[in-house]
Nanobody
Framework: QLQLVESGGGLVQPGGSLRLSCAASGRPLDFYAIGWFRQAPGKQREGVACISSEGVSTKYADSVKGRFTVSRDSDRTTVYLQMNSLKPEDTAVYYC???????????????????WGQGTQVTISS
C-alpha cells in the first residue's frame, strides 16, 4: 500500500514562503496523480493544487493561483508545493494525496484520491 509523508510545514510571517514535500514510502509516484489539500479548523477540506503523474499538467485553486506552485522531482520520488506570499487564511493542515490515473491528466475531485498523508501544519501569523 502506498504511504505518503508530508513535511516542510511550520510557522511563517504573512508574505513569507514555505515549501512542502510529499514523499512515498511504498513506491515511486511515477503513475500517480498528486493533489494537495488543506483543512483549517472548523472548515471543510479544500483542494489547493494538483499535478499529473508525469508532471506536465497542473491545476490550482483560485485562492492560491499566482502564489503556489506544485512540481515533481525529475526522479518522481517527491512532489513539492511551493507557497509564496502566504496569507493568514492559508493557515491549515496541508495534506498530500495520490491516486493511480491516466498519464497527462490532473485529478481535481477529492473523492478520487485513495492514498493520503498524515498532514503537516502550516501557520501564517504575525
Amino acid at each position: 500500500q502506498l504511504q505518503l509523508v508530508e513535511s516542510g510545514g511550520g510557522l511563517v510571517q504573512p508574505g513569507g514562503s514555505l515549501r512542502l514535500s510529499c514523499a512515498a514510502s511504498g513506491r515511486p509516484l511515477d503513475f500517480y496523480a498528486i493533489g494537495w489539500f488543506r483543512q483549517a479548523p472548523g472548515k471543510q477540506r479544500e483542494g489547493v493544487a494538483c499535478i499529473s503523474s508525469e508532471g506536465v499538467s497542473t491545476k490550482y485553486a483560485d485562492s492560491v493561483k499566482g502564489r503556489f506552485t506544485v512540481s515533481r522531482d525529475s526522479d518522481r520520488t517527491t512532489v513539492y508545493l511551493q507557497m509564496n506570499s502566504l496569507k493568514p487564511e492559508d493557515t491549515a493542515v496541508y495534506y498530500c494525496a495520490a491516486v493511480g490515473t491516466v498519464t497527462g491528466h490532473v485529478v481535481t475531485e477529492e473523492y478520487r484520491y485513495t492514498y493520503w498523508g498524515q498532514g503537516t501544519q502550516v501557520t501564517i501569523s504575525s
